[in-house]
């Protein structure tokens, strides 16, 4: 059952305009840009709160601009972006996120409060919005959690240039990324030393993954980069066994206190090396030789069980 969703998910993506229905028209409500809003997600089981962090101007948009509106109705959460002049939905979609997770725990339950760092990406508004966060309730309800009006030409909007250090390799190139599915493979733990088995690692990556079905037979319909910043040392924190090492984003066994589960809560530095590329989803490939199995996600190239990235591609798919 779990291998069959999987395979339906990848299919409704990769065939959205086949199943699109009415949606807004892209050059009238926005640039090719892309517009990044990084924001603090707090609380425990029963509450939680939003507060903006910061707004970018970056790259070019890299979803399609025929297909603005998430009619899916999947994801615990909701982003939806309104044409403040005519009240119009413009933009939605669907997601889950880190802090989604953690209101499931334990510490959450007992009323223990945390915050993470989160990221929504939208095409870049051409004219004053409404960025609307929803939240589902217990009846598939949605109901909004956050709202707030953003100026386009706000001075509030950062529009420096890139994090420096960074390099792209590119994978594999099918055309445009507004009609591909564009996949961002961040690696992590790989020192400068390391540039050249970082390339290997890469491809062993890209040949498994067209190996499965259905991305096999889709294979012309994606676009793959390697985003690489160097970290100062080999591989990740294994707080159980008291490893601890220096890497480009943080990435950590033991998160949300679970031994094998594998993420990385430093999602501003994520983000400024993804910001690089266009991506419709990140993927962390760890340079990590632990002997601690698979997690749910990233993937770990020394593992037996990096077949196990079709389900890691899915569960990667946030905004």
């Known amino acids: 059952m779990k291998k069959l969703f999987i395979y339906i998910s990848i299919f409704f993506m990769l065939l959205v305009p086949v199943f699109s229905q009415q949606q807004p028209v892209f050059e009238e409500y926005f640039t090719d840009h892309t517009m990044r809003i990084d924001y603090y997600h707090t609380g425990d089981s029963t509450q939680e709160f939003i507060a903006i962090d910061k707004m970018y101007k970056q790259g070019a948009w890299a979803g399609n601009p025929n297909y603005l509106i998430d009619h899916l109705n999947n994801g615990r959460y909701y982003i939806k972006v309104y044409d403040i002049k005519s009240g119009t939905l413009i933009f939605s979609k669907g997601f889950d996120s880190y802090f989604g997770e953690y209101k499931t725990t334990g510490l959450a339950i007992k009323g223990i409060k945390r915050t993470f760092h989160e990221t929504a990406l939208i095409p870049y508004p051409k004219n004053k919005i409404r960025f609307r966060i929803e939240i589902r309730d217990r009846k598939n309800q949605l109901h909004s959690l956050f709202e707030r009006k953003i100026q386009p030409d706000s001075l509030e909007i950062h529009r420096e240039s890139l994090t420096g250090g960074v390099k792209v390799f590119e994978i594999l190139k099918n055309g445009p990324p507004h009609h591909k599915v564009d996949l961002a493979i961040i690696a992590e733990g790989y020192t400068k030393k390391e540039t050249d088995k970082l390339k290997a690692d890469l491809n062993r990556i890209k040949q498994i993954f067209f190996q499965q079905e259905p991305y096999k037979r889709f294979q012309d319909r994606f ?97």
């Open 223 to 319: 676009n793959i980069n390697g985003v690489f910043k160097p970290s100062q040392q080999i591989g990740c924190d294994e707080p159980r066994r008291l490893i601890f090492k220096n890497t480009s984003i943080g990435s950590s066994f033991n998160s949300l206190g679970s031994e094998r589960y594998l993420l990385t809560e430093d999602n501003r530095a994520l983000r400024d090396i993804a910001a690089h590329v266009p991506y419709d989803a990140l993927i962390i490939m760890i340079n990590s030789k632990g002997d601690s199995p698979l997690a749910p996600c990233p993937i770990r190239v020394h593992s037996p069980h990096v077949f196990r990235i079709i389900s890691i591609f899915i569960y990667s798919l946030l905004p």
